[in-house]
């Protein structure tokens, strides 16, 4: 027995993080989190893998995740990083880090992904980074990183996606980055750059998206690049020109470079101190931001001259000795699927726990569901392009959907606020593929109905965005500032809810109205559309406390499944007709009876759908509706608009389906009917 326990506690040794894993996460909890208010579940003489949160560990008990993002910290990035050699992925995005990038991560061999945007991260990008080979996915932007681009990052055979975007980059874009087979995605915008856009580059075998907007690049854009259609940006960069281009002049001669700019020196081409007099100065002349004080000499000036014009000559040569046969060459470019859609969530690294030593485990979607792949989306190419976010405007928007930014979580989705890059606030809806409809038409099929409702009560949809690699569909929405109907019930005087007056009750019920009337008689349409899930909760109102239905015609793109388990709830809470539990459809006289179940509702300021039965039965056989409102009102009311609402409520909840009045006439009977 003593033997057997001995084993066991071997085996609780070996499964566990060693001692200087351990030592080296409380270090790096120090350095990321100084003053102890974020990181608090890591504690000593505790097992990480278990207690310490963002940790995952592999089955031998070593580090292999650490999953942060968003969650507020403010330290630096130590270089006792280094030391968790088994990390595969490092995620610290949406933080607010300081200092340099430490060069002893380069020490990470095995990882995979490297998440640091979104920090306040400064100094160099360190050039010891491109000793990481198995390194597939490199973030840095949204930093205050300065310098130039290593040209050592060409040595990364194995990265996918690079993104250096909204930093203080200077210097020419490496000519190397064109060595990397499997790059498909780089974003080097809003820089400052200079210089052309190298022909290697342009000729990489996999990119299908190259962005370098705003920064102050020159010369002739490589015809190379035409492949890349909009995969291609480079608004803003003056200098450019090019023949095939959007919104680019033409060249005049092949080569425009700006001599004082030059290209970044290609492998196997002679050193800076290998060069003659001219390429010196040139040298000297762009080292006033650097500091350097080298400067030619007066004797050499003709020297200089003449130096320039070789340089010039030769360049040109050869530039057109490289365009010609660049052109009669016919490659043909294979094109692959998106490097960051084909990603594991970051949300969903703490899942992979034990089990697995990397966060890429194939997810059982993440070769099938792709309901908007090219042609299967059934969207004219412009209308898709308005409506479509990627997955980076989503992420960044939610800051990589921080707990911060979280409005609401039910079983088969959630809610979060955000902030598009135009300071537009949005709500994203995040929908797993396992809640959607399976047929992949089908839901294409919801998706644009969804798409097509715009009126002024109703939600409006923004756009779409549907991410195979996290097999997840995110919905943007306007943001609504004042939340749902549900919070302003059972309101109590002196506990800080609002009580709305009287008059915002009457607004809030014909908004609801206009918005159900709109679904049920849209112009245009054949069919009228069945909300289905009307409640408290999916009536938000806005800055003016207007009435707009969310939610609505969702079931069109829910898993069967999913859809009962809302009407369940929805039953629960009163708002299910009752002819439902025997014919199993819902009907426009459904959605009549949601509506009349939240007058009631909004009448007596009660979401208790049996409290205001008592009254309800009692009002309708004498006619009078003013003991059923809203004690809280404090008399405030009309008593004439009260029991208006008070018949039409009755009739809207009566038990037979073909009692209750259609919602044309329930507009018509308060007064808003609008043709």
Sequence with gaps: ???????????????????????????????????????????????????????????????????????????????????????????????????????????????????????????????????????QVLQLCYNKLTGNIPTELGNMKKLSLLALQYNQLSGAIPASLGELETLTRIDLSFNTLFGPIPLRLAKAPKLQTLDVRNNSLSGDVPAALRRLKGGFQYNNNPGLCGTGFINLASCKTLSNLDPNRPEPFEPGNPSTKDLPAASAELKSKNCSDTHCTTKPSKSSNFGVVFGVIGVILAST??????????????????????????????????????????????????????????????????????????????????QCFSDVNLLSKSNFSSVYKGILRNGSLVAIKCIAKTSCKSDETEFLKGLKVLTSLKHENLVRLRGFCCSKGRGECFLVHDFVPNGSLLQYLDVKNGHGGKILEWSTRLSIIHGIAKGIGYLHGRKGSKHALVHQNISAETVLLGARYNAMLSDSSMHKLLADDVVFSTL????????????????????????????????????????????????????????????????????????????????????CTHESPHCRPSMEYVLQEIGVFEI
């Design 1 to 135: 027995m003593s033997l057997l326990l001995l084993y066991l506690q071997l085996l609780l040794i070996c499964a566990s993080p060693s001692l200087s894993e351990l030592n080296t996460l409380m270090a790096i909890k120090h350095s990321l989190d100084p003053e102890n208010h974020i990181l608090t579940s890591w504690v000593p003489h505790s097992d990480p893998c278990l207690a310490f949160e963002g940790v995952a560990c592999n089955e031998q008990g070593h580090v292999t995740n650490i999953s942060l993002q968003g969650k507020g910290l403010s330290g630096k990035l130590p270089a006792t990083m280094a030391h968790l050699k088994s990390l595969t992925g490092l995620y610290l995005h949406f933080n607010a880090l300081t200092g340099e990038i430490p060069k002893e991560i380069a020490n990470l061999t095995l990882l995979n992904d490297l998440y640091l945007n979104e920090n306040h991260l400064s100094g160099n990008i360190p050039r010891e980074i491109a000793s990481m080979d198995n390194l």
């Design 317 to 398: 040569f050869t530039g057109l000795f490289v365009f010609i046969w660049y052109r009669r060459q016919k490659q043909k470019i294979g094109s692959t699927a998106d490097a960051s859609d084909s990603r594991l969530s970051t949300d969903q690294i703490k899942e992979v726990g034990r089990k697995s030593a990397s966060p890429l485990i194939s997810l059982e979607y993440s070769n099938g569901w792709d309901p908007l792949a090219k042609g299967r989306a059934g969207y004219s190419q412009e209308l898709l392009e308005s409506l479509m976010f990627n997955l980076e405007e989503v992420e960044c928007a939610t």
């Design 568 to 651: 369940k709830a929805s039953a629960a809470m009163g708002y299910l007709a009752p002819e439902y539990t025997t014919t199993g459809r819902l009907t426009e006289k459904s959605d009549i009876y949601a509506f009349g179940v939240i007058v009631f509702q909004l009448l007596t300021g009660k979401s208790d759908i049996t409290k205001i039965s008592r009254g309800r039965d009692a009002a309708e056989t004498s006619g009078f509706f003013g003991d059923l409102i809203d004690e809280k009102l404090e008399g405030k009311f009309s008593e004439s608009e009260a029991t208006k609402l008070g018949k039409i409520a009755v009739l």
